[in-house]
């Protein structure tokens, strides 16, 4: 047996193990009579292992289907379950031993997944080691390993699995972790009304998705997503329930995703979010966005006329998210929820880009202009994970010096922090889009190709941008500048200032080679994205 | 994949964009302040209103200005936009579900009358 062909069930297991194993070691270490320190290193440390190792599972995997060119297809239960076509090539899962149709449950990785998976997994490992110092109550760290892992199962599984019941269950998964770790600091009010808000919006919109999930169920009979495709796409026409369903995914992935004006409950759970929970809130938004993208181009994107609508919708909500999240950030006062507003307004950006594509997708200026849009897009996505993350690291280092988020109770914070500050400022030019920092590289996309779209939509963009510097600057003046603060002497733990180092040096290093990160990382997955057809046959058999 | 290719200028279909030549820009603009920084009189002390703080123009306050001041003229101006989305903005849970309810049924209606 080759482990490697088993990579993909693995990056799901692995992190899951861990996360089973955490309550049998805490009851392990007590028993050992092992003291707060040894038992932190033990637990967090298990929690570190168990990310890297499926980091590295995940690169793997990347690699393998960036350097092939070719979709990667893992069948559950099959007795070769990655190789299921036939000597010629062309025996599918369709053939009579399924039945007529794909029975089993599939993870699927195109170059849009593996994209989004390698990104999810990174930042999760990057919150593991923030949290071996960050998370100061070791009675309940095994708790607090349980969740992060738990919830990177869940993103993770949301972009590998290939099947939307399955695409539901990790939906869920994530959910509940994720409320679970936004109420982690539960003596604070604030945080378990934030989770209990979160959870509320993530249930409603959860049925929603199995609501729909269960409507396209009922006409077409199958659950997996290429096979679902083909349905849809031999319809003369689609059903009124196929848009009602679609109606119901769009408005679900998009309130997920923060886009205005469903994003209430985003500032309340990243505000009050430890820092590195937040670090991987930001990947489960990413990840809704995925399932967002995924099932629009995928299943809609062959109904021309759909999906230049569904186009105007992403255009709509995105303008709606730029502009709102960007003005509510300016009049916020708490260092936290101010870059919560900040995250709305950048998934307005994607939402843009991702629009525009969709809004041409299937005429001739898809290829002038939608593909650059698109690619702006998942770039802007790739940079804003970077950037994004490492500003929220930044304010929970203040946080974790000062117990507090105020803007009016910071200042000074640059004499007693000198890298927090530089990481700071890096992230700040970044997400400002200041060349040559990586922000400027994206927007720069997004703008040019969005103005041949229309050039009204690239002025609000860029005056967005120039309203994002503008707030940072504020936080910058109140919270660094001034006279040195007397209770902050000293620099956050190595253990904190490593990711922000590493965020910050990849910020950096993407911002000097945009050329390279989008002709070989980004373009390649908004293609595949876009390419529905191509991901049905990479599934179905026929080839990629 | 080789090293020129970190290097290679990105192409965003109507222009180009190259952070190296924009940072050797910087260089040169930065070479340029020198100079004329250079050509001025050494020892010049900025005193009076010199030293100051542009203020728009005013007299800054003896007060240190807090980060929450700096865009009163911005806020002050889109007042009632402010009010409305502070309204908007109300904690409540009823009104999330209200909006993410209401902004799916509209993207639904909108998806029901496509031909």
């Known amino acids: 047996m080759n482990l490697a062909d088993h990579y ?180 604070r009010i604030e945080a378990v009304e934030a989770a209990f808000k979160y959870l509320a919006v993530s249930v409603v919109g959860g049925l929603l998705f199995l609501l729909g999930v269960g409507l396209l169920y009922g006409q077409y009979g199958t659950l997996n997503m290429a096979f679902m495709a083909v349905k849809l796409g031999e319809q003369a026409a689609l059903t009124n329930l196929d848009k009602i369903v679609l109606g119901l995914f769009v408005g679900t992935f998009a309130m997920k995703a923060s886009a205005v004006p469903m994003h209430m409950w985003t500032p309340d759970a990243y505000a009050e979010a430890p820092a590195p929970v937040t670090l991987v809130l930001l990947t489960s938004t990413m990840a809704s966005l995925y399932a967002l993208s995924r099932l629009v181009f995928l299943l809609y994107g062959q109904i021309d006329e759909m999906a230049h609508v569904a186009g105007y919708v992403f255009i709509a909500l995105g303008l709606l998210s730029m502009f709102v999240g960007v003005t509510m950030a300016l009049i916020q006062h708490d260092l936290k929820r101010l870059m919560a507003y900040h995250s709305i307004s950048q998934v307005g950006y994607m939402l843009l880009g991702l629009g525009v594509g969709l809004a041409v997708l299937g005429t001739d200026e898809f290829d002038d202009y939608g593909l650059a849009a698109m690619s702006g897009g998942l770039f802007h996505l790739l940079n804003y994970l970077l950037y994004k993350g490492l500003l929220f690291l930044t304010a929970g280092a203040v946080f974790y010096k000062l117990r507090t988020r105020e803007l009016s109770e910071l200042g000074g914070l640059a004499h007693g922090m000198p890298y927090t500050t530089l990481f700071f400022l890096i992230g700040a030019a970044a997400i400002s889009g200041i060349p040559p920092f990586s922000g400027f590289a994206s927007k720069l996309l997004i703008y040019e190709s969005v103005y041949q779209f229309n050039p009204l939509l690239t002025a609000v963009a860029m005056v967005v941008s120039i309203m994002t510097l503008a707030s940072f600057v504020k936080v910058f003046y109140s919270a660094f500048l001034g006279q040195p603060h007397p209770e902050v002497t000293r620099e956050v733990p190595m253990t904190m200032l490593t990711p922000m180092a590493v965020l910050a040096l990849l910020t950096l290093a993407v911002g000097l080679a945009p050329d390279f990160v989008v002709t070989y990382l980004v373009e390649p997955a908004a293609q595949a994205l876009a390419n529905g057809a191509g991901y049905v046959a990479g599934v179905l058999g026929g080839g990629a | 994949m080789q090293f020129e290719d970190l290097l290679e200028v990105m192409d965003t279909g109507s222009g180009v964009w190259s952070p190296l030549v924009f940072l050797g820009g910087v260089l040169i603009a930065f070479l340029v302040v020198f100079i004329i920084m250079k050509m001025g009189h050494p020892g010049v002390v900025a005193t009076g209103r010199k030293g100051m703080p542009f203020f728009s123009g005013n007299v800054p306050p003896d007060q240190r200005m807090k980060g929450d001041q700096l865009y009163w003229g911005f806020t002050e101006a889109l007042h009632t936009y402010y009010e409305r989305l502070r309204l908007l903005h109300s904690g409540d849970l009823r009104d999330y579900l209200f909006w993410y309810l209401l902004t799916t049924a509209i993207i639904t209606a909108i998806f029901l009358g496509v031909e």
């Open chain 1, 8 to 187: 993909l069930p693995l990056i799901i297991a692995v992190p899951l193990m861990a996360a089973f194993l955490q309550p049998l070691l805490h009851t392990l270490l007590q028993r050992m009579k092992v003291g707060p320190e040894g038992a932190r290193w033990v637990k967090g440390g298990l929690t570190c292992l168990a990310l890297l190792l499926t980091l590295l599972m995940v690169l793997s995997v990347t690699y393998e289907v960036y350097d092939t060119d070719q979709i990667q297809t893992y069948q559950f239960g099959a007795d070769e379950p990655t190789q299921y076509s036939g000597a010629d090539g062309t025996v599918n899962l369709t053939d009579s031993k399924q039945g007529g149709f794909p029975l089993r449950i599939f993870f699927v990785v195109d170059h849009f997944s593996a994209f989004g998976a390698s990104l999810g997994a990174f930042l999760a490992f990057l919150a593991s080691v923030y949290a071996l110092s960050y998370i100061r109550d070791e009675e309940r760290r095994g708790w607090f390993s349980n969740l992060l892992l738990l919830m990177t199962v869940g993103l993770l599984g949301m972009q590998l699995t290939g099947d939307l019941f399955n695409l539901f269950v990790f939906l869920e998964i994530t959910g509940i972790a994720s409320c679970g770790l936004v109420a982690f600091p539960r003596r």
